[in-house]
């Protein structure tokens, strides 16, 4: 942000906004480091609570300082090191094979980036109960403003709303619906990335044993997928040929 913006204080008292256009608070002040750079910002909100955000939460848009979920920048910083952890591994394992470290030496990288991926992949998980959370709250948002909505739109079929009164609450409630649905449509986007994520995660450590188990294990998994797509068959059969059977 510092390299952005050559006086950040310039925004001091300015309204700051989420991702999705609404109004979070003014900006108070910024966090800054003995050396100048800016590590954070202070909002007063609203309610007249102050709250700090990280230099990370921190984006420019068209002039504008605009504050990013922290659950979102969970969710990329944990896609970006899965991936790369998994892939040091996969590296130190393809180095083992070829002859080009110890064996001794393998055992202790090979639990050093278990470990790591362990920790982090807990990490995901917990991070996607948080993320369905927020998304049970912006369900609940969803329904308290169609319930305005309908509760607008009888006061204004009795009579109890003038033209300029409705226009101006649609106005307010049409707004809210747009940023609640964008960030619930968000949330859903990086629980999805999380989830798919996990579930990559656990199939490339099958061939980590390749040698004699991947073919049983593959067999295992292909017998099941028979008996699935027979499943229906049988009840349509049964439903339509017993009452045949029993009236003659």
Not at 79 to 88: A, F, G, Q, S, V
Not at 167 to 186: C, F, M, R, T
Request: glycine fraction near 6%.
């Amino acid at each position: 942000m510092s390299k952005s913006i050559s006086n950040p204080f310039l925004f001091v008292g300015k309204q700051i906004r989420d991702e999705y256009g609404r109004q979070i608070g003014r900006v108070a002040s910024f966090k800054v480091t003995p050396a100048g750079r800016i590590d954070g910002i202070f909002v007063e909100h609203g309610d007249g609570e102050f709250l700090s955000y990280t230099s990370d939460q921190i984006k420019i848009d068209n002039g504008n300082l605009v504050i990013s979920p922290p659950l979102k920048l969970k969710a990329k910083a944990l896609c970006n090191e899965i991936p790369l952890i998994w892939r040091k591994d996969r590296a130190l394992n393809e180095l083992v094979e070829k002859k080009k470290i110890p064996p001794e030496m393998y055992d202790d990288l090979h639990r050093t980036f278990e470990g790591a991926l362990t920790q982090l992949k807990d990490n995901a998980k917990g991070l996607v109960d948080d993320i369905d959370s927020q998304i049970d709250n912006c369900n609940k948002q969803i329904h308290e403003l169609h319930s305005a909505l309908i509760n607008l739109e009888i006061e204004r079929e009795i009579g109890r709303l003038t033209n300029d009164s409705y226009e101006k609450a649609l106005g307010i409630i049409q707004w809210g619906l747009k940023g609640v649905n964008a960030e619930k449509s968000d949330l859903e986007a990086l629980k999805g990335k999380l989830s798919n994520l996990l579930l990559g995660e656990e199939k490339p450590k099958a061939p980590e044993t390749p040698l004699t188990k991947s073919p049983e294990q593959t067999e295992i998994q292909k017998a099941p997928a028979p008996v699935s797509p027979n499943l229906p068959e049988p009840p349509v059969i049964v439903h339509v040929r017993n009452p045949n059977k029993q009236h003659s």
